[in-house]
C-alpha cells in the first residue's frame, strides 16, 4: 500500500468511527427523548454557560446565525431553554437550561461516558496509550 493510499485509508477508518460513534450516541438518545446528539450539543454548551446569549452560540459552534435560531426555537418549544431579557438589554437575550433541558444533559453525558468507554474496550492499555499518542501525533499535524 502506497504512503497515499495508507493516508486515506486512515482517514476513512476515522471518519467510519466518527460515524458510528455519533448513531450509537443518537441511538440511546432517541430511547429516552426526542433529542438529537446535535441538539444534546447546544443544551450542553448553554449549561456550562448559563446566561450566555445566542451570538456567543453562534460563535462557539461555528454556525449560521439562522441555523442557531432554529435550533434554540425547538429547543424552547420543547421546554428544554428559556430566554432571559435582561433588564439593561433588552436585545440580548440570556439563554438557559429548564429542568428539562438539564436532565437531557446529564443523559447525554452518561451516554458519551459509555459510547468513549466502548470505543476502547477491546484494546490494552498498553494499546490506549499507544493510540492516544499517535492520534495526538496526528492532530499536531494538521494545527
Do not use: W
Not at 64 to 80: C, D, H, N, P, Q
Not at 94 to 109: C, E, K, R
Not at 132 to 137: Q, V, W
Amino acid at each position: 500500500m502506497t504512503e497515499a493510499q495508507t493516508a486515506q485509508e486512515i482517514s476513512t477508518l476515522l471518519r467510519q468511527i466518527t460515524l458510528k460513534e455519533r448513531a450509537l450516541v443518537n441511538d440511546q438518545l432517541r430511547q429516552t427523548n426526542e433529542v438529537t446528539d446535535q441538539q444534546a450539543m447546544v443544551l450542553q454548551l448553554i449549561g456550562a454557560h448559563p446566561g450566555m446569549i445566542q451570538r456567543e452560540l453562534v460563535d462557539v459552534m461555528h454556525r449560521r446565525a439562522a441555523t442557531v435560531s432554529a435550533f434554540l426555537k425547538k429547543l424552547e418549544e420543547a421546554g428544554l431553554v428559556e430566554r432571559h431579557i435582561p433588564v439593561d438589554n433588552t436585545r440580548n437575550k440570556m439563554l438557559y437550561l429548564t429542568a428539562d433541558g438539564q436532565s437531557i444533559v446529564d443523559q447525554f453525558q452518561a451516554v458519551q461516558q459509555m459510547v468513549d468507554q466502548r470505543l476502547t474496550q477491546g484494546l490494552t492499555s498498553e494499546q490506549r496509550e499507544t493510540l492516544l499518542t499517535l492520534l495526538g501525533d496526528v492532530k499536531r499535524g494538521l494545527d
